[in-house]
């Protein structure tokens, strides 16, 4: 059974950080792209960044530029999504996706392939 699985979100304060992880089971990463997403209430599923199969190329989405890093390890199966500097607007469920070998246009909901179950980071005082 294909499954993504998230972990490490929680409730933090402004200015602080959390790492999430994305754990595969029943398929290899290692031939894939990764991808984060989150979705507020409300709001529609924005991708945030992607890593490539090859982990020499990266991409983020503007609003988290500088303060997110996305990284893997294929030996563990697993993704990672450092977050840095959160602010309140960052509050949302945080979901890991896979689709091709390139990252391409992984900002797009129809990219993915598996999605994860989701993990909610709330950023709050």
């Known amino acids: 059974q294909v499954q993504l699985v998230e972990s490490g979100g929680g409730l933090v304060q402004p200015g602080g950080s959390l790492r999430l992880s994305c754990v595969a089971s029943?398929?290899?990463?290692?031939?894939?792209?990764i991808a984060w997403f989150r979705q507020a209430p409300g709001k529609e599923r924005e991708g945030l960044s992607c890593?490539?199969?090859?982990?020499?190329?990266?991409y983020y989405t503007d609003s988290v530029k500088g303060r997110f890093t996305v990284s893997r390890d294929n030996a563990k199966n697993r993704a990672y999504l450092q977050m840095n500097h959160l602010k309140p607007e960052d509050t949302a469920v945080y979901y890991c996706?896979?689709?091709?070998?390139?990252?391409?246009?992984?900002?797009?909901?129809?990219?993915?392939?598996?999605w994860g179950q989701g993990t909610q980071v709330t950023v709050s005082s």
């Open positions: 996706a896979t689709g091709g070998p390139i990252c391409g246009a992984y900002y797009y909901t129809q990219w993915v392939d598996y």
């Open positions: 029943g398929f290899t990463l290692d031939r894939h792209a």
């Open positions: 890593i490539g199969a090859s982990d020499t190329s990266t």
